[in-house]
């Protein structure tokens, strides 16, 4: 194979890794709740809110 297609093969085999890793660290997501209720962390869901 020449130099071109070689390089260009490990483009295309180590960029999906690259991707990944730029996507790692989100510990949060957003989350909202219907009408009438309020997200509750310590059972992370929603409740009703009552009252």
Not at 28 to 33: D, L, V
Not at 34 to 49: P, Q
């Amino acid at each position: 194979m020449t130099f071109k297609a070689l390089l260009t093969a490990f483009a295309l085999v180590i960029a999906p890794t690259f991707a990944a890793a730029a996507c790692s660290g989100h510990t949060q997501q957003a989350m909202s709740c219907n009408d009438g209720m309020v997200y509750d962390s310590a059972s992370n869901s929603c409740k009703v809110v009552s009252g």
